[in-house]
């Protein structure tokens, strides 16, 4: 008794987790598996249910044709009895069939008959008729019968009307810099270009005759406007400077008159350059100014640049009326609505619309902004663009835009700046600027590498003739070619395959 009882005082061994885990493995192997080396044989019992299951789940729907195959050969039989054409018909079966075959455990069905055959016996026993049977396979209730005779919709994408190519057919040379703006006079009879090289020229529109150089800027000229409503002429450029030039008080339309009768008009023009002054300039940019649009109805200038901010002028008492502020870089294109035409569309007070660009790395913040001119305040931000945007226009005749960037060119209406759809042809390349005619053609302009780029475009008064300006010191002018006929240029369009929305 007294060993008995000090044996089962004894302290029992701790084992770890790991080898109680190993200890029930080992115990479950002896009692389910006693032969460890090989697998337990299969059970022919479930290899049965299991084909089974997959038989039922893979050709259910045809499992019992043959066994009611006579049952739709009659019934097909009967149908073509009744029908009077002797053409190919497309049977379907009725209400009445299709309730029988549903009793039956088939779906509806599409009978395919063919009247080919003189009326005889057949191999089948169906006089004078060859018929295949297509069953609706699965339990959805669609009807697969109807999709095999649906119309087929047309693309929605109309061919597009022929227009002639444009042609190059004139080159003008004489800047010593990059052309990075362009302007054409209300009275369409000259334009200005402005240039890296400091000067702004005046080229008749015609001839395409140098008329008058103009020297004022200590850096390349971005951009210019011309005034319908006063003779005024606007520029901007890099040295943060905004200049007004009247054209009447320095007598520029006398001077071009003079010019175009001189042979060495360079000569002239040098010394006319002399005499030509500013009237106003327009100081409070921190940085280059990229570009500038007049109001058409309002006295007021709309200047951007490399500093994010949009800045609104007097023209004629020269103060900053707002700063528009609110992008996170360079604000690259500017235009304003004129007030008439949003007053006949929702009574909408004017506004400005403007898109944003950066200064670092030439990228951008991908944002077009609208603005309230009363107030300076942002009306709604448009961020449908995934890289910079560069090159806004906006439709003589219609209340919509376009905005061109790297990815793509999209459409929008306005007012409200409501998305429309994007441009059907994908650019893979830089668009710097882009111009609307009145008839709608798209002008857009971009760039490769650096000697083979296009920073401005616009048209005429008329909307024939296109101005190019170009990275190779070149102006050059466009217009539709005459000689060209369908015949000789014909129009290959394909509707694209998909369009993306965003």
């Known amino acids: 008794m007294p060993g008995a009882t000090m044996d089962s005082e004894l302290p029992v061994e701790p084992q770890s987790l790991k080898k109680l885990s190993f200890k029930s493995m080992k115990r479950a192997l002896d009692l389910f598996s006693p032969i460890h080396g090989q697998f337990p044989p299969p059970d022919a019992e ?152 400091r000067t702004i020229k005046i080229w008749d529109l015609a001839s395409g005759r140098l008329k008058l150089t103009l020297t004022g800027h200590i850096d390349q000229v971005r951009g210019l406007a011309i005034s319908s409503k006063h003779t005024y002429m606007f520029s901007a450029g890099d040295d943060k400077l905004v200049k007004c030039w009247d054209l009447e008080q320095n007598k520029v339309g006398d001077t071009i008159q003079q010019l175009s009768l001189l042979n060495n008009s360079e000569l002239a023009c040098r010394n006319a350059a002399l005499s030509f002054q500013v009237i106003r300039s327009y100081h409070g940019h921190l940085s280059g100014v990229y570009c500038l649009a007049l109001h058409p109805t309002i006295d007021i200038l709309l200047t951007g640049g490399r500093d994010s901010v949009c800045r609104v002028w007097d023209i004629r008492s020269k103060m900053q009326i707002h700063a528009l502020s609110g992008h996170d870089n360079t604000v690259c294109s500017v235009f304003t609505r004129p007030t008439e035409a949003e007053e006949k569309a929702d009574n909408i007070p004017d506004r400005l619309d403007f898109a944003g660009s950066t200064s670092h790395n030439r990228s951008h913040d991908s944002t077009i902004k609208l603005w309230d001119l009363r107030y300076g305040k942002t009306m709604a931000t448009l961020t449908h663009h995934k890289k910079s945007v560069r090159a806004m226009a906006q439709h003589p005749k219609e209340d919509c835009f376009v905005s061109a ?74 217009k539709e070619d005459e000689m060209a006929t369908p015949e000789t240029h014909p129009l290959h369009f394909k509707p694209p395959k998909d369009m993306r929305r965003f």
């Open 46 to 197: 479930s290899k049965k249910i299991r084909v089974s299951h997959k038989l039922n789940i893979e050709y259910g729907g045809v499992k019992n044709m043959e066994t009611e195959l006579s049952t739709h050969i009659t019934a097909a039989k009967s149908q073509a009895q009744q029908a009077s054409t002797t053409s190919n018909v497309l049977a379907l079966p009725g209400p009445g069939q299709s309730n029988d075959t549903q009793k039956g455990g088939l779906q509806k069905d599409l009978v395919v008959s063919s009247i080919g055959q003189p009326r005889g016996p057949t191999n089948a026993g169906v006089q004078g008729r060859s018929t295949t049977i297509i069953p609706a396979h699965g339990s959805s209730e669609r009807n697969l019968s109807t999709s095999a005779i649906m119309e087929r919709i047309p693309s929605r994408w109309p061919r597009p009307v022929w227009h002639p190519p444009w042609k190059n057919y004139r080159v003008i040379s004489g800047h010593l810099g990059w052309v990075r703006s362009v302007a054409v006079d209300p009275s369409n009879t000259w334009f200005c270009t402005g240039s890296a090289d």
């Open 405 to 478: 960037s790297a990815e793509n060119i999209k459409k929008f209406r306005l007012p409200k700046g409501e998305f429309m759809h994007n441009m059907l042809s994908q650019q893979k390349t830089i668009i710097n600027a882009a111009a609307v005619n009145e008839e709608g053609v798209l002008a857009t302009a971009g760039s490769l590498d650096s000697e083979a780029g296009i920073y401005a475009v616009t048209y005429d008064l008329t909307g024939s003739r296109l101005i190019t300006c170009e990275a190779d010191k070149t102006i050059k002018m466009w």
